[in-house]
């Protein structure tokens, strides 16, 4: 199918896609990202990542496209310095929060907004969220975070510790919210039927979206949505196999290889 790299949009995850474990884009996929701009096709991204954690790569990368932030609870422009959507959490996330650091207090948790990040309980994977996204969060209790404006609450704990967690959350059959895995060490809770994968229904209606094609890739459970709601989507090598499973093309190289490029390419020359 040949395609004009003027319609064609890539959402990309960040960590474990763009990004390898030491969270410094390879030269390769940069120069990459650069020869289908150049081309005429736009680069975003789509991460779990705060807008404050995730904006130094829109810069790093020199984009200038909305990114998809707080897997999928909102969109952002960072030309403009303004969120184009947004999807809360409803006014009961506070007691179901409270609920969860009652029944595991060893959890760490985080509660996000637009403006700033909220930590309510720290610990060892807590610390290493907050070092891994480079920002200054506020420390509080939970009744001193504005009430309104949640875009997900951020559970952080050992990787041996999350099934338990998993299967409590699913005991309490909590309404109005949902919940993902984002990393081995995260467990998130989203308003209701929020994903990355949901947030490109609003992103096609942003303006000169409308008629995009748009190429996502992603590596882990919380990017599957976004594969399977894409026009073209594709995993790394080094992806989880529920990823694999949803993309239509799964890249021979990892996110150190240069998947990015190995995908930029394979657009291009269908073009």
Same mark, same amino acid.
């Given at each position: 199918m040949m395609i004009d790299p003027k319609q064609l949009l890539i959402v990309s995850d960040l960590d474990?896609?763009?990004?390898p474990p030491d969270k410094i884009p390879l030269e390769r996929d940069l120069n990459a990202i650069?020869?289908?701009?150049a081309a005429g096709g736009r680069f975003a991204i789509a991460t779990g990542r705060t807008i404050?954690?995730?904006i130094r790569y829109q810069e790093m990368l020199g984009l200038t496209t909305p990114m998809i932030v707080? %897997?999928?609870a909102a969109i952002y422009d960072s030309v403009q310095d303004r969120v184009l959507f947004s999807e809360t959490l409803p006014s009961g996330a506070l007691a179901m929060t409270r609920e969860l650091m009652e029944a595991f207090p060893e959890v760490g948790v985080e509660v996000l907004r637009a403006n700033n990040a909220y930590v309510v309980r720290n610990n060892e994977w807590e610390k290493h969220h907050i070092a891994l996204c480079g920002v200054e969060p506020e420390y509080c209790t939970l009744e001193e975070i504005p009430q309104d404006g949640w875009l997900k609450v951020l559970f952080a704990m050992a990787p041996e510790e999350v099934p338990d967690f998993i299967r409590d959350v699913q005991s309490r059959r909590y309404s109005g919210v949902d919940f993902m895995q984002s990393a081995p060490i995260f467990y998130?809770?989203?308003?209701? %039927?929020v994903t990355k994968g949901s947030a490109l229904t609003p992103y096609r209606q942003l303006e000169g979206m409308e008629h995009a094609v748009i190429a996502a890739v992603g590596d882990f459970d919380n990017d599957v949505e976004m594969l399977r709601r894409a026009d073209i989507s594709a995993a790394p090598a080094n992806a989880m196999d529920s990823a694999k499973a949803a993309a239509q093309h799964i890249l021979t190289r990892t996110c150190e290889e240069g998947a990015i490029e190995e995908l930029i390419e394979f657009l291009l020359a269908s073009s």
């Open positions: 474990g896609t763009l990004l650069r020869r289908f701009e404050q954690a995730a707080y %897997n999928g998130e809770m989203l308003p209701a %039927n």
